[in-house]
């Protein structure tokens, strides 16, 4: 495995992908820990998840600086992703025996209750967009709810798979809680499929969440699948234009566009859409583009280059088919994997650009009639991960609240995570849900207790 630095195309570390036999005494020791591990008191877990959150802060700088080599992020970001980690860890520590707790059920028993236990171990596989986010947006729920952890993350980001895996074991968590697997996707299936694992969980690309999911379901196991998103950022004609613009810009955006729940489709009522374009594609154009670990950048390279080929090819096959270019879509002459802040307008229903996910600094308007046009455009796509919607019309935020296809919804405001809240996609853009209690109760068995 190979980290090359996205900003500069060298290669920075490489790693020796695990041996058959090395995964093997990875399985072991998870299965012996998640034996001892389920019977620890939640207080006891809560102490280590809290020292996590303390360590994470205190070396915060360091880990964002990987972060921002191994893909790219801006340092700024980097160093607000780890804040957001130790937030989770934190949150979990302090909420997860509430959340756990047995809840009565009155039945004809004297006694009947429900009950919330571990499964033991859960692989996670996790992308490099987020590559400490993503992971313990898992970690905490699942280490607080009393399962292990089996990682195995991007192949371009091994170095903050190693760093994950440290921070969890300084912090005081027995030896085979949280291990990292340095292995391909082709190992995965394997790992599912063994009889120690007893759930796995994806966050990814939609073709990779199939995958994990027909392995899982081949061995009936428990899955939660994240995936792509194209969601729709709807602005309609009582919305504060100005907020809405500059909002969009930002969730386009962030992380150089690399984000399953960033806005890329900004579905305008045509009574304004010309003005938006103006506010939009002047935001887009005052971003700056370099390097990420300067302050003052607001826009890094993408992850890596074939990730250009492809945002580009989605770019150049969508102008051909009849889209306007505002800004942006020409590949700068410089090194690295940069896409420059692209916006198209006219995009319509054959376009890659209204269609597919498009993983990068591009965002699509499409002009909609009426708010009836609106909410068939959002909805007209095979994802169904989060959605944005500007207007200060109850009855209109009503109308959104109830119709658009979404795991969530966002009135007035940017599409986020927040481990407060359950976060998740319906249709293509995945099955079950994370963060909140509806994210810790995903990896546990919950038994219904019946006593005369």
Known sequence: MRSINPTTNETLAEYPELTPAEVEAKLA????????????????????????????RERRDGYAHLMTLEMGKPIAAAESEVEKCAWACDYYAENAAAMLADIPAPSDASNSRIIFQPLGVVLAVMPWNFPFWQCFRFIAPALMAG?????????????????????????????GCFQTLLIGSHAVADVIHDARVAAATLTGSEGAGRSVGA???????????????????????????????????????????????????FIVHEAIAERFEQAMTAGMLALRVGDPMDRSIQIGPLARTEF???LDRQVQESIRLGARLLTGGKRPAMPGSFYPPTVLADVAPDMPAYREETFGPVAAIIRARDIDDAIRIAND?????????????????????????????????????DPRLPFGGIKSSGIGRELSQFGIREFVNVKTVWIA
């Open 29 to 56: 020791l998870a299965d012996r820990r998640a034996k001892a591990y389920r019977h620890t008191q939640i207080a006891e877990r809560a102490g280590m998840m809290a020292a996590t959150a303390r360590l994470l």
């Open 147 to 175: 399962n292990v952890g089996l990682l195995k993350h991007a192949s371009n980001v091994p170095g903050c798979a190693l760093a994950i895996e440290e921070v969890l074991h300084d912090a005081g968590f027995p030896e």
């Open 215 to 265: 392995a899982a379901g081949r061995s009936l196991k428990k899955v939660v699948l994240e995936l792509g998103g194209s969601d729709p950022f709807i602005i309609m004609p009582s919305a504060d234009l100005d907020a809405a613009a500059t909002t969009a810009v930002t969730a386009r955006t962030i992380n150089n566009g690399q984000s399953c729940i960033a806005a890329k489709r």
């Open 308 to 310: 250009v080929d492809d």
């Open 381 to 417: 796509s095979r994802f169904g991960l989060g959605a944005s919607a500007w207007t200060t019309d109850a009855a209109e935020q009503e109308r959104f609240v109830s119709e658009i296809e979404a795991g969530s919804i966002f009135i007035n405001g940017m599409v986020k995570s």
